[in-house]
């Protein structure tokens, strides 16, 4: 009789060999994409990401029961995921006139706005086109509604004051970010043979993480270095996205040491900047709020403590949230 440990090195090994297969998936679809376009600096290299949501998408359908072989058609529904999310960042770096994605030059700094909405669309397509013909009939219209949600969100945001406070931070995030996440783990369950009530669960699973996720970038953007984020301190907030920590220091911090702290971040002083929201316990207090959104992820959850999925979904919290649960 396998113990737990030995189970849980089997799933591990069965969640590894699946997004290996997943991650060939999709760069065999890119280099499709790219093959006739002529054009050498589109590689798949170029979108090369966590792959965060292909990971709930497999953990969730392994929870399922899904074989511990990868299945092809279960390979091509989580790359979907994957390529609708590179799309999203590509119109985002556009919209929100990103230099840097990934510690290099997006593609819309490097090679216009125009290329990276086109190549952004052709993503979109190719999404779509991945979803096999056995999930057509359950999965598409949930890409519709993830697709249209991530939209109206980024609508919301252009239309909205930056600082309308928490209640529309999550409305937006929770449309921008955590739909996709919720997307692959919804979907993920749906291939593994979960039953509806079990689907949605993980889809609210995925979108508590997803929230939780956003406001670690947002925390990163604003206290993290340069080298770990991979784009430079507070460019989200200079270009007009209200960010966790902004939100949260316009409620603690008094009026003036708030346009002080503006002040600090127009000027790029981001160490200073920094020091001061550490003064006003910024950093706790949104530190507090992304480990209640991480544990709020689990209280939705079917699984067992001792379910080798619900294992593997702590490890994928720690690794991603582990600064912030000490707390």
């Given amino acids: 009789m396998k113990t737990i440990d030995q189970t849980v090195k089997q ?100 090679d216009g706005n125009k290329k990276a909405v086109l190549l952004g669309d052709l993503l979109i397509t190719e999404a779509f086109s991945a979803i096999p013909d056995g999930f057509i009939s359950k999965t598409v219209g949930l890409f519709v509604r993830t697709t249209a949600n991530m939209c109206r969100a980024e609508l919301s945001q252009i239309n909205s004051d930056p600082m309308s406070g928490m209640d529309k931070y999550l409305e937006i995030i929770g449309g921008k970010t955590a739909s996709l996440f919720s997307l692959g783990a919804r979907l993920g369950a749906l291939a593994g043979g979960c039953s509806a009530s079990e689907s949605a669960s993980a889809a609210e699973f995925g979108r508590a993480f997803g929230i939780a996720y956003q406001m670690a970038d947002d925390y990163c953007d604003m206290f993290a270095a340069s080298e770990r984020t991979g784009k430079p301190r507070f460019q989200d907030i200079k270009t007009g996205i209200a960010t966790l920590p902004l939100i949260v220091a316009k409620e603690v911090m008094p009026p003036n040491e708030f346009s002080r702290l503006l002040e600090l971040i127009s000027d790029s002083q981001a160490d200073a900047a920094a020091e001061l929201l550490r003064e006003h316990r910024v950093d706790y207090y949104a530190s507090r709020l992304i ?36 707390l």
């Avoid at 792959?51 to 392994?62: E, K, P, T």
């Avoid at 209640?292 to 994928?316: H, N, Q, V």
Wanted: net charge negative; hydrophobic share 40%.
């Fill in 11 to 110: 799933y591990e090994s069965a969640a590894d060999n699946m997004l290996n297969a997943v991650e060939v998936e999709f760069n065999s679809r890119l280099e499709n994409l790219f093959c006739g376009l002529g054009d050498g600096s589109l590689t798949p290299e170029l979108f090369s990401g966590k792959r965060l949501r292909s990971r709930l998408f497999v953990i969730f359908a392994l929870s399922g029961g899904l074989s511990l072989d990868a299945e092809p058609d279960t390979c091509s529904l989580a790359a979907a995921v994957e390529l609708l999310h590179e799309a999203s960042l590509l119109h985002d770096d556009v919209i929100d006139s990103a230099q840097i994605r990934r510690h290099k030059p997006s593609v819309s700094s490097a």
């Fill in 291 to 326: 480990k209640d959104s991480c544990g709020e992820s689990f209280s939705r959850l079917w699984l067992e403590e001792s379910d080798p999925a619900f294992i593997l979904l702590k490890s994928l919290s720690q690794s991603c949230f582990g600064e912030f649960t000490y």
